[in-house]
C-alpha cells in the first residue's frame, strides 16, 4: 500500500532561523527536530510521499531545499492567508522560487476570516497573486479557505482552468457540492476523527472516491487516538483507517484512489 501526504509542515522541523514560527514552535515544544525520522516512520506506514507546503516566502524556500536531497518529499511554495498583510515584496521573493525542481503545487493560499490575521484585501490580493503565478507556472493550487467561501468563489471563477485541492475541508454541503462542480478535490485530515458534528461526517462519506486525497497537516490537528500529541506523516494511515469505517469501503480502496487522486493531480 502507497499513501501520500498531501500536505504536512515537517519542513519546519528544524532548527533554521527562518522559516515558519508556529509550526516550528510546536515541533519544538514536543522535541521533534528530526524530519527524517519523521519521513522514516512515515515509509514504516506505506506514506511514500510527502508534499510540504510553505506558508511563508521564508518557510518556503525552506522547504525547497528541505525537498531537494530528499526522495519521497516535494514541496508546494505558498503565503498562508494569516501572512497576507507581509504584502506585495513578500509574494515577489515567492515568485522567485517558482521554476525551482521538485515543486509540485502553489499554497497554501486562501483567505481565513475566522482567525482575520489579515485584512481581507490584503488575503485576496495574494489570493489572485499565486492564482496568477499556478497559472504561470501550470501548478495545481492548494487552497486554505476558512469561513470565507461567499468571497472565495467569485475570485476562482474569475479564472479559467484553475486544479487543486482545498485543504481540510469541513464546511458544508453547499460549498461541497461547489467545489466538486468545479473539479477541485477534498482535502481530509485528522479533524474528522475528532469533529463533533455529524453533517461533516455526513459530508466526508459523500465525497467521490475520485476527489478525495489524503493529509495530515503535521504537526497539527492530530488524529484520535493522539490526541494532546503532535501529528506526523505516518499518521496518514489512521486517516485512511477512520475513513474506512465512516465509508463503510475497504482501506485498500481508499488508498489507491486517493493515492491515484495525488498523483494525478500533483505528480504528472
Ligand atoms: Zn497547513
Not at 22 to 51: F, H, K, S, Y
Not at 69 to 74: K, T
Request: aromatic share 8%; net charge negative; glycine share 6%.
Amino acid at each position: 500500500m502507497q499513501l501520500v501526504d498531501t500536505h504536512c509542515h515537517i519542513h519546519s522541523a528544524q532548527l533554521e532561523l527562518t522559516g515558519d514560527e508556529t509550526a516550528r514552535a510546536v515541533w519544538l515544544r514536543a522535541n521533534q527536530l528530526e524530519p527524517d525520522r519523521l519521513v522514516r516512520r512515515a515509509l514504516d506506514q506505506g506514506v511514500t510521499r510527502l508534499i510540504c507546503v510553505g506558508t511563508s516566502a521564508d518557510d518556503s524556500r525552506l522547504a525547497v531545499d528541505f525537498v531537494q536531497h530528499r526522495s519521497h518529499c516535494w514541496a508546494s511554495i505558498g503565503l498562508h492567508p494569516h501572512e497576507a498583510k507581509r504584502g506585495q515584496a513578500e509574494l515577489e521573493q515567492l515568485a522567485t522560487l517558482a521554476g525551482q525542481p521538485k515543486i509540485v503545487a502553489i499554497g497554501e493560499c486562501g483567505l481565513d476570516y475566522f482567525y482575520s490575521h489579515s485584512p481581507k484585501i490584503d488575503q485576496e490580493r495574494a489570493l489572485r497573486f499565486q492564482i496568477e503565478l499556478a497559472q504561470e507556472y501550470n501548478l495545481p493550487l492548494i487552497f486554505h479557505i476558512r469561513n470565507a467561501f461567499d468571497d472565495f468563489w467569485p475570485i476562482f471563477d474569475s479564472y479559467q482552468g484553475l486544479r487543486g485541492v482545498v485543504h481540510s475541508f469541513t464546511d458544508t454541503h453547499h460549498n461541497l457540492d461547489k467545489l466538486l462542480e468545479r473539479g477541485l478535490f477534498v482535502g481530509i485530515n485528522g479533524i474528522m476523527t475528532f469533529t463533533k458534528h455529524e453533517w461533516q461526517l455526513e459530508n466526508t462519506r459523500t465525497v467521490p472516491l475520485n476527489r478525495l486525497l489524503l493529509e495530515t497537516d503535521a504537526p497539527f490537528l492530530t488524529p484520535v487516538p493522539f490526541r494532546g500529541r503532535i501529528n506526523e506523516p505516518a499518521h496518514v494511515a489512521l486517516v485512511l483507517d477512520f475513513l474506512a469505517r465512516l465509508r463503510n469501503e475497504p482501506a485498500k480502496i481508499i488508498a489507491t484512489s486517493t493515492t491515484q487522486n495525488a498523483r494525478q493531480l500533483f505528480f504528472t
